[in-house]
């Protein structure tokens, strides 16, 4: 299967949001994290104001009454809190939507607590309001992932997980456009591959030996724009337009942003990084090896425990399609999960699939 989400940020990020190095990465939401803070006001509290001399500008004050900024992301925030449709707000004049979220903030809607994001970097210039979120957001700091990443991998240049290269061109040089490392006022993102110490397979696919690494993504924001996310798999290669090719046994770890979403950061993702990094490749080899070998006898048995009739139907029609013959083996399960879930649209019944896949060949073990 294909993994479109490093093409999905390669292909919207501006140069600014773009790093060279994971070192980088983490110097710049570091920054972020020291001149932030978080405040829990009251909903009445909150006021917009239309910037004077500028039509189209939007501020906020809260109980000390310094204006802040609002970002296009906080706006939509803001007005969910008010009970506006944010498209609506932003294409009429700013006085009168500035109006409109007063209404709400102070009058049509019940006084609720809101969780205020913000951020000063510069001290001659007012603060910015990142978020406006509930009061119980379970913030997970961008900057305790990449201190993470830092620490088990380096600068993500040098060490064993590196930023991939485009078609497996370990030579070529890092660049704005071939990086993998992201961050906005928003999220992150970022890719990392071990690509030096690929995973020879016997018989793969065809009877043929393959060639993987191994990768993951992670993915976050301080915001409320995305839950954590941290997915590892295996692949062939990343093209130049960073879609990843010939994944192979997709995992993926969400964590969503209530309130004890630091504490099962901290339980769940910060020992998955640190596996990732203390991982032999020959554990792995050994796993699918097994997978390979460990023939499952009845297929409509095992397949229809875990799936519903049609898919299990579906399951095997995706494996004879890629394989040219039926399942016999673990390692036949997966690769027809797989295959099925390629062709998936919702993301979250592709993702569940992934996991199943996953699942197999794990009972090899």
Not at 52 to 73: I, Q
Not at 213 to 223: D, I, K, L, Q, V
């Amino acid at each position: 299967m294909e993994l479109m989400q490093a093409n999905h940020q390669w292909s919207n990020r501006p140069d600014d949001e773009r790093f060279l190095s994971l070192t980088a990465l983490n110097e710049h939401v570091q920054l972020m994290r020291s001149k932030s803070a978080a405040k829990i006001v009251s909903s009445r509290a909150l006021t917009a104001h239309p910037l004077e001399g500028d039509s189209e500008a939007l501020m906020l004050t809260g109980p000390n009454g310094a204006p802040v900024n609002v970002t296009n992301w906080s706006f939509g925030q803001l007005a969910a809190r008010a009970g506006a449709p944010a498209g609506y707000l932003r294409d009429i004049p700013t006085p009168l939507a500035a109006d409109c979220l007063n209404y709400g903030l102070h009058h049509s809607r019940d006084v609720v607590e809101c969780g205020v994001l913000l951020t000063k970097l510069d001290a001659d210039k007012p603060a910015t309001a990142r978020a406006v979120t509930g009061p119980n957001y379970g913030r997970v700091w961008n900057s305790t992932i990449t201190q993470a990443l830092v620490n088990q991998f380096g600068d993500g240049v040098t060490g064993k997980f590196r930023i991939p290269s485009e078609f497996g061109n370990l030579a070529a040089p890092i660049t704005k456009q071939s990086t993998t490392l992201y961050a906005s006022d928003r999220d992150m993102w970022v890719f990392l591959a071990d690509e030096l110490n690929r995973i020879e397979l016997p018989n793969r696919r065809n009877g043929k030996t393959g060639s993987l690494a191994r990768g993951f993504f992670a993915a976050n924001s301080e915001t409320g724009a995305s839950t954590f996310i941290l997915g590892q798999f295996l692949f062939d290669y990343m093209c130049g337009n960073h879609i990843i090719w010939g994944v192979e046994q997709f995992q993926e770890l969400r964590i969503r942003h209530t309130a004890g979403a630091p504490d099962k950061y901290l339980e769940q993702a910060a020992p998955a990084i640190l596996a990732m990094s203390n991982a032999s490749s020959v554990g792995m080899v050994d796993m699918l090896k097994s997978a390979q070998a460990k023939k499952v006898e009845n297929v409509d048995e095992f397949l229809n425990a875990r799936f519903s009739r049609s898919q299990t139907s579906a399951i095997k029609a995706a494996h004879m399609a890629d394989e040219q013959r039926p399942i016999e083996s673990l390692w036949d399960v997966s690769t027809g999960i797989t295959a099925y879930a390629r062709n998936i649209q919702h993301t979250d019944d592709r993702v569940k699939l992934e996991r199943e896949a996953g699942k197999a060949l794990k009972l090899a073990a």
